[in-house]
């Protein structure tokens, strides 16, 4: 139960963890174990033929639109859902039919599920009680709980008598009192506003890094799924589509589903004119017809119909045609701009009526910007910063 400083942190450099990838070491043994798990109800399948492994000391994030199975996949975990098909094993033990207190995982709900009768204490010393631990060791826990969310001085309050935030971490420290091997968050924060919730973010990566336990996070907010995890699965209709740290989620999505779905993304229909290694070039007939070049290795053949993807803050708007190119530069008109304060977003109409993004940062403080509404642009890209997707 101690709460001892662990390798991860001493891994992390401003706020950054380094070389924490357990998932790319063929000798690494997964915590938990997901086999070939599918889950229905009745006819419909809420997660189909799923395996995944999850390793100690990750923070771990489901990511996925409402309905894809993240919920139930995490519900199994903690025992309140039996898998139909499969097996799920923790630290080597087979979860499927152990009841949920006596596994190893604790989860903590989106509503907190806190007593409302009982004060802050109570709430967090109510599952030690149940445990029959003794009253020493409950106090001390306890204390130790509550310093660890900074809420020594509310221990006697009631929940109603605290904000949200504060009942959220009253909340993490009520799960977190069982020293549980994996704790699940599902949608842990999302009673928070935005700035709480960015704060909370960071308290939560630095707890779990603390605490050298791992976490498996259930969110529908990318960004926070991006900001707290080691991984990130994204999920659709039961199955993962892509697992992977969130850069690569981010820089190279392995589809058009993985790529729109997680940020903002631009996506040109194309066809393949030639493959070398890392470099494929391909044509475009959006905006009048263009030719794209994008630096990657791409199993496809001459011919074959792709989609190139291009973030929008990768994308260049310039009153002249950029002359450092020849590939990846389309001609059009401003046809709208969004101005979000620390970025521009430029709305740009190709020929044809194809409308591409692109996000400038406002580095001065400067009202009227060069380029504005009903400019005739070109929008361009490097080839590294498009990406070839051929699913
Ligand atoms: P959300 O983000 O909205 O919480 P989710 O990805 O967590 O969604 P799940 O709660 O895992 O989704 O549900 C997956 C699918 O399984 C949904 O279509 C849901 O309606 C269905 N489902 C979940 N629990 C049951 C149940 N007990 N009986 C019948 N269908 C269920």
Known sequence: MSTGVTEKTQTTIGGIRRKFAPWTDPAAVPLIRYENVSKRFGEFVAVDNLSLDIYEREFFALLGPSGC???????????????????????????????????????????????????????????????????????????????????????????????????????????????????????????????????????????????????????????????????????????????????????????????????????????????????VSLYTSVGGGAKLSIAQNVEAKVGDSAFVAIRPEKVRVDLEPPAWQEANCLRGEVWDIGYLGDLSIYHVELEGGVRIKAAKPNLTRMVERPITWEDKVWVSWLPDSGVVLTS
């Open 69 to 279: 199975g993240k919920t139930t996949l995490m519900r199994m975990l903690a025992g309140f859902e039996d898998p139909t098909e499969g097996r799920i094993t923790l630290a080597g033990q087979d979860l499927v039919g152990m009841p949920p207190y006596k596994r190893q995982t604790n989860m903590m709900f989106q509503s907190y599920a806190l007593f409302p009768h009982m004060s802050v204490w109570e709430n967090i010393a109510f599952g030690l009680k149940q445990d029959r631990m003794e009253k020493g060791a409950i106090d001390a826990r306890v204390d130790e709980m509550l310093k660890l969310v900074k809420l020594e001085k509310f221990a006697k309050r009631k929940p109603h008598q605290l904000s949200g935030g504060q009942r959220q971490r009253v909340a993490l420290a009520r799960s977190l009192a069982k020293a549980p091997k994996v704790l699940l968050l599902d949608e842990p924060l999302g009673a928070l506003d935005k700035k709480l919730r960015e704060e909370t973010q960071f308290e939560l990566m630095d707890l779990q890094m603390k605490l050298g336990m791992t976490f498996l996070i259930v969110t529908h907010d990318q960004e926070e799924a991006m900001t707290v995890a080691d991984r990130i699965a994204v999920m659709n209709h039961g199955k993962l589509v892509q697992v992977a740290p969130p850069a690569v989620i981010y820089e190279q999505p392995n589809s058009r589903y993985v790529a729109d779905f997680v940020g903002d993304v631009n996506i040109l229909e194309a066809k393949i004119e030639a493959v070398a290694p890392g470099n």
